[in-house]
């Protein structure tokens, strides 16, 4: 099977009104911890819509010690880095502008695909990721890793180059591997859109029988021992089933 341990995510539906502060508040909770415990926090931005308030928010908090972080990505369009799409830009603006990280390790965007696979691969390191903050497309896709994707089954690589279905096409992308050694993964999800697929990739948690193929890259994503946590707001968990008192 795909997953020899299985710790089931911890699933938070954020109050009305709150997603971005509330989400932004345990994010920079468990980076403390990380640099409390560890004495670092390696973290990796995803891109998208959803996370650039909570971005906004994090930036704002200036109890962080961010000069023990170090900023990775989980995955890139390959695009200028001024381009409107690019994950680093979104990243810039709402948040590294904002703070002065240790480190800011951005994704290649100038090597042929497969070369900024190897060089971003090298940049990582074998250390795990302690924090890593993705989201999901309404396709269950989550960083770069879309359904039926050949980057799914990739077991040795960190960092793949891959295609999506949606422009911009080329991208990197963590591998499954790489997510799944991660100290902790956030998924943000948020809007009405979402719910459906959501309560797909989380039926398992609620009691469903645990189907889980590369038609739900979200679904693979259960780090094996570390922690794993959905961060919903009241739309995106709407279609949740209550769960059943134990
Ligand atoms: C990317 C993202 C991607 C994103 C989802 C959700 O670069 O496209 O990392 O995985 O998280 O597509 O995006 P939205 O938040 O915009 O719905």
Redesign the pocket.
Known sequence: GLAMTRVEPDVHVLGPDRFAASAATRIAQMMAESIQTRGSCRLAL??????APVYRALGGRDELDWSAVDVFW????LVPRDDPAS?FRLATESLLQLVQPRQVVPMPVDLEPGEAASDYERALGAEPLDIVL?????DG?????FPGSEALDDRDARVAATR?PVPPHA?L?LTLRTLNEARTVVF????A??AARVADVLAPTFGAPDVRDARLPAALVRPASGRCLWLLDAAAGSRLPRKEPA
């Open positions: 995803s891109g998208g819509n959803t996370p989980s995955d890139e369009r994950n993705l989201g999901m497309g309404t896709h989550t960083a770069s890793l999506a991208r992308t943000l999800v948020a809007g859109a979402k």
